[in-house]
């Protein structure tokens, strides 16, 4: 399928996937294979990535690996070949799943590194997915370190989300407003996540 394709766009995107749903029964298909984000952003994420041919992605926090499960979904779907550095201290029993499917089925590399970004020395890649400790420090950490090595794309999820007052799933919303402004930048919010206060992606362009 060709990604240029005028009736292609994050909507199509969501077509396609809803009439291959079924596919996901082969991993059981529960919660925890999604990516734990708004869909609607998550795609409009993934349909940029694309656009910009995003071919490597350092991914910080992959819980279930659902949202490289979904963005390779779509990758092969458009013959675009992705390939996974996903770090995180504790990933769940779906990522090896998840993994074995995309390397097997699409031929894509996911290489998973079980420890917190803080001890792994980032290396170059196209893009960057912010999702793991969501205290401050940590999402600078991880900004400051994949600054350096992004080529195209820095994304931050949690650009939105609002919880009671201390919890640090508010830090990345705080980090986001102070940088957003010195780069070229693209947000995702979608309503229904913005009703609850929760989600929002954030994304910047190098
Ligand atoms: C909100 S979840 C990630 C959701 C996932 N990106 C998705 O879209 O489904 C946060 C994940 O970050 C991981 N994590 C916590 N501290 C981390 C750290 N220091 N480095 C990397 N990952 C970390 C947690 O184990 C958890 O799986």
């Known amino acids: 399928m060709d990604f ?7 909507k199509y995107i969501q077509n396609i996937w809803h009439k291959n749903f079924a596919k996901w029964r082969i991993f059981n298909a529960s919660f925890e294979q999604h990516p734990s984000q708004s869909l609607k952003e ?4 993934i349909y940029r990535m694309i656009e910009n041919n995003i071919e490597t992605l350092l991914s910080i ?8 499960l979904r963005a390779s ?6 013959d ?5 550095v996903g770090i995180d201290p504790n990933p769940t029993k779906y990522v090896q799943e ?3 499917f995309v390397e097997s089925e699409y031929g894509f590399h996911f290489n998973v590194i079980k420890d ?27 900004f ?9 794309m820095i994304a931050f999820h949690d650009i939105t989300t609002t919880v009671k007052e201390g919890a640090s799933a508010n830090d990345p919303k705080i980090f986001w407003k102070e940088i957003k402004n010195s780069y070229k930048h693209e947000e995702f919010k979608h309503p229904e996540a913005l009703k609850n206060l929760i989600y929002g992606i954030g994304v910047i362009y190098l």
């Open 98 to 100: 998840v993994k074995e």
């Open 144 to 152: 400051e370190k994949a600054i350096k090595i992004a080529n195209k």
């Open 4 to 10: 240029n394709d005028e009736n292609i766009n994050p």
């Open 42 to 45: 998550c795609d409009s994420l």
């Open 73 to 78: 979904y779509f990758y092969n779907q458009f």
């Open 116 to 142: 917190k970004s803080e001890n792994v020395v980032f290396e170059n890649n196209d893009m960057v997915f912010i999702d793991g400790d969501h205290h401050y420090k940590c999402v600078k950490s991880d």
């Open 80 to 84: 675009k070949n992705l390939k996974i």
């Open 61 to 68: 926090g992959l819980l279930s690996a659902g949202f490289e």
